[in-house]
């Protein structure tokens, strides 16, 4: 019998057998019968030094719900002074987002706080990283098929969690559902693969931008697409305007700003269907809010941030809606609202805005900027808006004596 990795040869390590008057000893046959029947039922290899299993094992470790092993991996990866993201199949950040994915569509991923901890740590700074950094630009092709690959599994990841109003993955989807993030940018020659010759329209979420002949952004329109296609716009809207929903405006402004940011890739089927119900409804809901509510809302803002973002994303969100023309209106409408309540974070809210509505002071996307936003809101309409209202008396009507 020919040696080898796995295997024993009888030569080496089986004495050979007591032969007597040309029968085999029955004893010895006992004990060789033995051997081999242990090394059937244990595949026992030689221990050497150095040496790599390579045989398969009949019994597998249990698979783990989630991968503590791989966690540790990339988080040991990403805190390297000269950090990695390891984007290959069969990598980390692949495995770690088909165990996330698997759990979530199985509502246990909450029972599992490293679950959660990856989406907060390792999952969040792996995408900012590969969507925004600099060095976007020197990854060779096959990397950027790999983060696209990624990128798909990151999509159906936030497709189970969007009932759940996970901040940490909305923000990511805002990044990369943003036509101007790097990677967006650097991959925008590549051709859609779901927006072909020939396709019904209709049966589509996004297509490029006609105007874009030389920026075509074919994976943000497939990505954009598979979101639609795993029930992402249909979950949007019963989170939003489903019945018995509990809104909030941290929420909201979260759940908006991904399609704020892509909204002009949105074709005009999904509008009808999904966005101009979604639109009304959280416009609705901010004028419904009672000034305690509003107080409220205002009051578990501590940066200043969620009004400005969502009232951002109607905006870009109404562009495309005939008869919102009057967004701008409602914007100071909610300004005004919030510089009359009482606290100093509700008035720092409204301040914030009233810096950011005002035309020369705008500063964030500019590319959404257009000649219709400066005809809408001047700086005289915003100067008579303040005289009318008063404004400066309600802001520094407290400090007055």
Same mark, same amino acid.
């Given at each position: 019998e020919e040696g080898g990795l796995g295997h024993r040869n009888q030569d080496e390590d089986l004495p050979p057998p007591l032969i007597v008057e040309g029968e085999m000893d029955s004893n010895r046959t006992k004990e060789i019968q033995e051997l081999e029947k242990r090394d059937d039922d244990e595949k026992v290899l030689p221990e050497e030094p150095g040496s790599v299993d390579t045989s398969p094992k009949e019994e597998k470790e249990p698979e783990e719900d989630f991968p503590l092993k791989k966690l540790k991996s990339l988080d040991e990866q990403l805190g390297r002074p000269k950090w990695v993201v390891p984007v290959r199949s069969k990598d980390e950040l692949e495995m770690l987002l088909r165990a996330a994915i698997r759990l979530a569509k199985e509502r246990r991923d909450h029972e599992f706080e490293e679950c959660q901890r990856f989406y907060k740590e390792g999952l969040s700074t792996s995408f900012v990283r590969i969507l925004t950094d600099d060095a976007v630009n020197t990854w060779k092709p096959d990397i950027q098929l790999d983060i696209y690959n990624n990128s798909r599994l990151f999509v159906e990841l936030c497709v189970a969690k969007i009932p759940d109003d996970n901040i940490y993955l909305l923000d990511v989807l805002a990044i990369l559902f943003n036509p101007s993030c790097k990677w967006n940018v650097f991959n925008s020659p590549e051709p859609s693969a779901t927006y072909v010759e020939g396709v019904d329209e209709t049966k589509l979420f996004a297509k490029p931008k006609e105007s874009a002949k030389h920026s075509i952004k074919g994976r943000l329109v497939d990505l954009i697409n598979l979101f639609g296609e795993n029930g992402g716009f249909k979950m949007l809207y019963d989170r939003v305007c489903g019945e018995n929903q509990e809104l909030n405006v941290p929420s909201l402004a979260y759940l908006l700003r991904p399609f704020g940011h892509c909204c002009d890739f949105l074709t005009d089927a999904l509008y009808e269907e999904c966005i101009i119900p979604v639109v009304n409804k959280v416009?609705?809901?901010?004028?419904?809010?009672?000034? +305690?509510?509003? !107080? !409220? +809302?205002?009051? $578990? /803002?501590?940066?200043? +941030? $969620?009004?400005?973002?969502?009232? !951002?994303?109607?905006?870009?969100?109404?562009?495309?809606?005939?008869?919102? +023309? /009057?967004?701008?209106?409602f914007r100071l409408k909610m300004v005004l609202r919030l510089l009359q309540i009482s606290s100093f974070s509700g008035k720092m809210n409204a301040l914030n805005e009233i810096n950011k509505i005002i035309p020369t002071s705008i500063t964030y996307h500019p590319h959404f900027r257009t000649a219709a936003d400066e005809e809408q809101l001047t700086v005289e309409r915003i100067g008579e808006w303040i005289k009318s209202n008063n404004v400066l008396t309600i802001v520094f009507r407290d400090n007055l004596h």
């Open positions: 416009i609705s809901f901010l004028d419904g809010l009672s000034d +305690e509510s509003l !107080k !409220k +809302e205002a009051a $578990t /803002d501590t940066r200043s +941030e $969620t009004f400005s973002s969502i009232m !951002k994303s109607l905006r870009h969100l109404c562009r495309r809606i005939p008869g919102r +023309e /009057d967004i701008e209106t």
